[in-house]
């Protein structure tokens, strides 16, 4: 599984400590008397969990240093707590032993492009591809793919458009569902001037990621205006209006194209907003509606399989009337 986006963070409780030392300031009025009861209140959290994995995964390697395992787990955690010169070193240690443990090379090129260091990322990878694509069991390679789809990341960084899209369309045919690697060959397509390419691509990875995922509708917007295409551009924003948390104005534009080339894709968008905003009777009519269009649209039945409608049950009007809600 690919960790290419999202990132977490811990609650931070010294606010709510400031705002009770002052409460007890105003209240009794003697500094030196809130200073104690803070002393006295004050709970040490201790180390975080992060820092408990750390330890103890520290502990493990200085027990059985060979352990390769222990160091992978070590520099995995060192990279989730942003230490990545720590987990540099793990890395370095681990192919010292073997050079070519993959997911070492994997984690050390992840490290690298971290730092910002593309052209050595990419020599690292290259040492999973030149080597692995021979192998007998390459079109089912997962780590081979990892190391094409970065390879494909870092050219399309470095201007390198056509190289990225031989590496990603190589990404491709071993995982033909990886998202991200669907998404930057459409922004590659669209560099290289080939606009529909971009627009199947694009479309492609929205299937497997359809919410949440907000840069795909913005390029695919891009590649429908390069095409001339109105109404699809017109689609592919509103849609990246709903994913900005603009449900209102995509509604508005969305609502526009229900008549036209898009109706159906337009209605799917307006469903899915509803159902976002829990108004499932008006997702199951607008569902319905692109099913009277497009009789067996996999989504607007998925859709209403999901919503416990069938094609037949629930309403049946058109929502064309109501306002955003």
Known sequence: MKLRRRSTSVPDRTSSRLVRLLV??????VLAFAGIY??????????????????????????????????????SVYRSDKRLDDAMKQYDEILKADPKNRTALLGRGAVLMAKGDLTAAAAVYHKITGVAVKGEFAAQDPQLEEAHYFLGSIALKQGKTKQAITELQTALLID?????????LGVAWLKDGKPKFAVDAIKQALLFVPTGWCEPYTQLSLAYGKLAQAPQAAYAG?????????????????????TGPVKVDA??????????????????SWYKQALVVDHANVNAISSLSRLDAG???????????????
Request: aromatic residues 2%; hydrophobic residues 35%; contains cysteine.
């Open 38 to 75: 803070y002393q006295d209140q004050h709970v040490d959290a201790g180390p975080s969990l992060v820092d408990r994995q750390i330890t103890s995964i520290e502990q493990a390697v200085r027990k059985t240093p060979n352990n390769i395992s222990a160091r992978l787990q070590l520099a």
């Open 24 to 29: 007890l300031v105003l209240v009794v009025g």
């Open 176 to 184: 033909r569902s990886d998202s991200d690697a669907l998404y930057l």
């Open 267 to 284: 209605m799917l968008g307006l469903g899915l907003i509803a159902e976002t905003a829990s108004n499932t009777a008006e997702a199951i």
């Open 238 to 258: 509103a849609m990246a209006d709903f994913c900005h948390k603009n449900p209102a104005d995509a509604q508005r534009r969305l609502k526009t194209l229900t």
């Open 311 to 325: 094609p037949t049950d629930g309403p049946t009007s058109s929502p064309t009337t109501q306002g955003p809600r």
